[in-house]
């Protein structure tokens, strides 16, 4: 009976090892004649993968950039000066496991503002004349440890970078980027090795390393080298290999054991999580369509990097094509198991509802829970609304076609609001959220944080309440203070979104005046004191004619009752569409006395309803002294209530978009 027992877990605890061996040989460490040490490889399963630029020559790089050595730390990169490479490509060196070091000094240049963090004692040394004089603004970022502190520095170009080394005498390691590489928690390190918790950013470990203890050379990881005591002489050795040979095979043993028993808890924790979510999944709509893990590998060309559109907080959004008829579709692989939730949430709004101005769930993928969940949805191939405001695709958009997104947008939230019921509250609308397709119709998108109203329309409670959420610059003051949540807390969100299209501006910009951050408070002082061609965009050259004028003071004035602190003083979203749906279809006319109020020293006017908009309903409109009045307070609430920061969500916009607003970027 006990040979029986002792060959079945010879047998079990054999095969099972191979089996962990064979995952383990899944990357492949070989660049020619070079063979990469753990963790790093040349193949997707290598923890973390680099590119085998020249197997001729054994050279090998990340992105573009050459790797000069790989260390127990850091990864070294050369990185040449350049005049004209774009200030995203420094994306390349921040990566799921590795990032910028807080001793890379990163020197950009064509710079709108210098940067006010940091120090870079070596920046009158890395800057020099090559360039010429058109690229004499430059900025040198130290602790640039997040892509987003490059992104929102206000410069174009990607000059160059060093690495400061604080000796007793500063030295500089110019055109040399280090890198800071970590894994994820657990490490899988050796008897003899400690794990070591990597901080590049934030207030919580980025991940780990493994370090040999005192006396054990090696890198410390199971799947590596390991650690091995130090050199010593002959007789030592021998006696140490006599003494300790029992215990280093015991020591063998249990670490196998450890690590079969890791390996098998891995994999039945895998398979709990697979089923965990496909129950949520049919919880949460049994209409969304289903794709294998092979179509979106083949969709993707297997994940492939050239195909990625962008990287958000909760992963990765890559451009693919599915089906015989090559459909273009975004193809969102999240990897963040916090945001399974608003995952689900998502997928049971958007399938639930039907709309032409609300993005499109295509289906979903989960045969590989490892890799997260996939989800896959309508490609809108001319990216989103802030995109074209703050200039990043292309010439700016004109007035009539900002107006018609307006209108569309504006569409798609009323019928959220008064068409579903229970109705929905999107509680992020924004113009990263705004997806246009080819002809520039808008599409709501990101429905992450949207959440049910009451069913019953008549019940005397018109507000939920729950825990403000949201992106910084939209949210509902009075939301934010109360914690009260209803339709009208979509409707200040949209107001903001129709200023961005007046004015061309941020929702938030620390680059304005300190009172002129919030783009709501910059909106309320100026429309309230009847300023508003003061902020207007001046590409959109509102007195070109009479028409543009008065519509775009129409929209200035409609988004300031929009902006109301006081959600029932505010306008429904129905009530907005219609107004908006009649300043485009108005065409101009000319306006009786008394139908515009004066705007101030500019000597232009600011135009209300048309005439027959006046008819058809009460005039909702206040006089210049109420509007002032009103303003004066709206303002003190907005600075004073109106958050700067509300939750994750600000960690995923950091001035870039996030991953859903990602699914519009450009398929060409």
């Known amino acids: 009976m006990h040979s029986l027992f002792a060959l079945f877990f010879f047998f079990f605890f054999f095969f099972g090892f191979l089996g962990l061996e064979a995952a383990v040989e899944d990357c492949n460490r070989s660049c020619g004649s070079y063979t990469a040490p753990y963790p790093f490889g040349f193949s997707d399963g290598c923890s973390i993968p680099l590119n085998c630029s020249n197997p001729a020559s054994s050279t090998y790089s990340i992105g573009d950039f050459a790797v000069l050595n790989l260390t127990q730390d850091a990864i070294v990169v050369d990185v040449q000066p350049s005049c004209n490479r774009p200030v995203r490509t420094a994306s390349t060196f921040f990566g799921q496991n590795f990032a910028l070091s807080n001793r890379t000094g990163v020197l950009l240049r064509n710079c709108t503002r210098r940067h006010s963090g940091g120090n870079c004692s070596a920046e009158s040394v890395l800057i020099d004349d090559q360039c010429g004089t058109n690229y004499e603004n430059a900025t040198c970022f130290l602790n640039a440890t997040i892509m987003t502190d490059l992104t929102s520095s206000g410069c174009d170009v990607f000059y160059t970078s060093g690495v400061l080394y604080r000796t007793s005498v500063l030295s500089v390691d110019l055109n040399t980027a280090e890198l800071a590489w970590w894994l994820p928690e657990p490490c899988n390190c050796s008897p003899n090795a400690y794990s070591l918790s990597v901080w590049v950013n934030g207030t919580s470990p980025s991940g780990c390393r493994c370090k040999c203890r005192y006396g054990f050379h090696g890198d410390g990881f199971v799947n590596g080298t390991g650690c091995q005591r130090g050199s010593s002489d002959g007789s030592i050795r021998k006696f140490g290999s006599l003494i300790g040979a029992g215990i280093i095979a015991g020591a063998s043993t249990m670490a196998a054991l450890v690590l079969f028993y890791c390996w098998l808890r891995r994999r039945t924790s895998m398979t709990r999580k697979r089923e965990s979510l496909r129950r949520l999944l049919s919880e949460a709509s049994s209409t969304v369509p289903l794709y294998s893990y092979k179509d979106i590998e083949k969709a993707t060309d297997d994940f492939s990097p050239e195909r990625i559109l962008g990287t958000g907080a909760y992963g990765t959004v890559y451009r693919g094509e599915l089906g015989s008829s090559a459909r273009q579709v975004a193809i969102k692989l999240i990897k963040n198991r916090d945001s399974v939730e608003q995952v689900m949430n998502e997928i049971k709004l958007v399938s639930s509802v039907s709309h032409p101005n609300l993005v499109r769930l295509l289906g979903c993928c ?38 018609a997104i307006a209108v569309d947008t504006a569409k798609a939230i009323a019928y959220l609001h008064s068409s579903v019921r229970p109705p929905i509250f999107h509680r992020d609308i924004k113009s990263s959220n705004i997806l246009l397709d080819n002809h520039y119709h808008s599409k709501v998108a990101d429905f992450g944080l949207s959440c049910m109203g009451l069913a019953d329309s008549a019940t005397s409670q018109s507000h939920i309440s729950t825990a403000p959420q949201g992106t910084p610059g939209y949210v509902d003051p009075q939301y934010h203070q109360n914690f009260h949540l209803s339709d009208k807390s979509d409707v200040y969100s949209f107001g903001v979104v129709l200023m961005e299209i007046v004015t061309g501006m941020k929702a938030v910009d620390f680059g304005r005046q300190q009172s002129e951050v919030n783009l709501a408070a910059l909106a309320v002082d100026r ?16 007195h070109r004619d009479a028409w543009t004028l008065t519509s ?18 505010r306008p429904s979203m129905t009530e907005v569409a219609d107004d908006l749906e009649q300043i485009k279809l108005s065409g101009w006319a000319p306006a009786e006395d008394g139908a515009l109020l004066s705007t101030g020293s500019s000597g232009s006017s600011f135009c209300f309803s048309s005439a027959s908009s006046v008819a058809e309903r009460p005039r909702r409109a206040a006089s210049k002294i109420q509007r002032l009045a009103l303003a004066r307070s709206m303002i003190e609430v907005v600075n004073v209530e109106s958050p700067v920061s509300v939750q994750d969500p600000w960690l995923s916009e950091q001035n870039s978009p996030s991953a859903n607003s990602l699914l519009g970027n450009a398929i060409h």
């Open 366 to 403: 989960m045969e590989q829970s490892s890799k997260g969940l996939i989800l896959v949805y309508e490609c809108m191939p001319n990216g989103t609304l802030a995109q074209h405001l703050q200039r990043q695709r292309g010439p700016a958009l004109p007035w009539t076609i900002r107006l």
């Open 552 to 569: 775009v003071h129409k929209v200035a004035e409609l988004a300031f009752r929009c902006l109301a602190f006081h959600r029932d003083m």
């Open 527 to 542: 429309i309230g004191r009847g300023r508003v061609d003061e902020i207007v965009d001046p590409f959109l050259e509102p």
